[in-house]
């Protein structure tokens, strides 16, 4: 799965202002609603009930929230850099700054966990995670999460 067909230009946020974990959930979810048809309320309350369940702050910075939606018609990513670290109550205990929304259709079960994959692949690259925290534009950012993982081993 390529995130190039997951995440357009209009899909990423930086900075993202936010205090709190809860604060960045709904600027999230008004950000997905403008990518979908289904309301930033219901977005929102779903990403709270996922997190319920357990925090998907993965640790290293990162958070890759994630939530399905019967109706949906198919997945979307949202990128998302923040101001500044919060509290994510991630695995490891350290604060989130880079967030990747994943929303995905109900029925999508297979292709869902080969874009967590991918996501989780790519950002294991410290180089990718340094180059997503310093990039300058959305174009730089479009260009990280376009390269294949390889590229970054490589460098």
Do not use: W
Not at 136 to 144: F, M
């Amino acid at each position: 799965m390529d995130l190039g067909d997951l995440i357009a230009y209009n899909h990423i946020i930086m900075p993202l202002q936010a205090n709190t974990k809860k604060q960045c959930l709904q600027k999230l979810a008004i950000k997905a609603e403008e990518l979908s048809y289904i309301s930033q309320r219901v977005i929102f309350e779903t990403l709270l009930q996922r997190e319920r369940l357990g925090s998907t702050g993965l640790g290293k910075g990162i958070a890759v929230p994630h939530v399905k939606f019967r109706d949906f018609d198919h997945i979307k990513c949202i990128f998302a850099r923040l101001n500044k670290p919060i509290d994510f109550e991630a695995l490891d205990n350290e604060p989130v700054d880079l967030i990747f929304l994943l929303l995905a259709p109900g029925h999508a079960s297979g292709d869902h966990l080969k874009a967590l994959a991918r996501i989780s692949r790519l950002l294991r690259e410290p180089k990718v995670c340094k180059y997503l925290r310093s990039s300058s534009s959305i174009q730089d950012v479009v260009g990280v999460l376009t390269q294949p993982s390889a590229a970054f081993c490589a460098a």
